[in-house]
């Protein structure tokens, strides 16, 4: 029989597994995945971020119901808080477990986020990245160094030091990302490429709550609609349709939280014709109505 998933919030995560983990109560946690600290029941996350690194053996997880297989070198950061679930472990395996609240993750980045939205829209789409040898020396120097902090509880200094232990860690995922980036596109073709994908990354933050079309993209970068696909496909693997319709769904997904907002309200502020037509939507891209979402529990996105 399988076994039932344990569901942990952070506080419930860092009560079962205090002997293994090292953590502030103001809102992160950093443990390593072993077959010594592994129970064999999978563990689901509930209103976490969580970051996974594997650096021997394998881990089998879900992100949002799907699954996938953190190989060797294997790095996931898991945005916007969606669900969690890992499920099993290989015998060999050793692996960083990073857990942030919402509130400790916003604080610690504040109006400076490390990443670019082409980073955030890849970790939506593709959920597990393979690094190199040389960087996964990057990641376990900085990942020692937060250790080493978290090992001081007495030290006056402690969160200002693990705040910047992380900072450095999150500026080198970053950097090694934006490398690999500019290698792909350098493999694409020419800079005039890269530079429109790169700005309709821009305007899509900024237009997609009142703007929902290819057309207003295309039309703001003046090229045509058909153009702006045949870019955006090529360097990313998907269509500026389906870039628009996962940024529209978290934006959706996002504002479900605010319980004082009825569904209608939230139409609104994206600027759906109706209620009726932003839950169809919705629907289609998450399997479930904005109201059974929100009731279920789900909005942890």
Request: proline share 4%; aromatic share 10%; glycine share 4%.
């Amino acid at each position: 029989m399988e076994k039932q998933s344990l569901v942990l919030n952070f506080p419930d995560f860092t009560s079962r597994h205090e002997a293994h983990v090292r953590f502030l109560k103001e809102g992160f946690a950093i443990r390593q995945i072993s077959t010594a600290t592994w129970s064999g029941r999978p563990e689901s996350f509930t209103r976490v971020h969580s970051i996974l690194f594997v650096y021997e053996g394998s881990m089998n997880v879900k992100f949002d119901g799907q699954n996938h297989r953190i190989p060797r070198n294997g790095f996931s950061d898991v945005i916007d808080l969606i669900p969690l679930e890992i499920t099993a472990i290989s015998h060999d395996l050793r692996a960083y477990h990073l857990l942030f609240t919402e509130n400790f993750l916003a604080n610690l980045i504040k109006n400076r986020p490390p990443f670019s939205f082409s980073y955030m829209l890849e970790m939506s789409e593709k959920p597990v990245r393979i690094i190199s040898e040389s960087d996964r020396a990057t990641y376990m120097k900085r990942l020692s160094i937060i250790e080493d902090v978290m090992r001081e509880p007495s030290h006056h200094f402690r969160t200002e030091m693990l705040k910047s232990a992380l900072w450095m860690f999150l500026l080198d995922v970053s950097n090694i990302y934006l490398h690999q980036e500019e290698s792909r596109s350098e493999n694409l073709g020419t800079d005039h490429l890269r530079n429109i994908f790169l700005r309709f990354m821009q305007l899509l933050p900024k237009h997609v709550r009142e703007e929902h079309t290819v057309g207003f993209y295309a039309s703001q970068l003046c090229i045509t609609p058909q153009y702006l696909n045949r870019v955006v496909r090529q360097i990313s693997g998907q269509s500026v349709s389906e870039a628009i319709n996962r940024m529209l769904t978290g934006k959706i997904a996002k504002l479900l939280d605010d319980k004082d907002l009825t569904i209608q309200e939230i139409a609104d502020r994206l600027c759906f014709a109706d209620q009726a037509t932003m839950s169809k939507f919705f629907k289609r891209q998450k399997g479930l109505s904005p109201t059974a979402y929100r009731q279920n529990g789900s909005c942890s996105h």
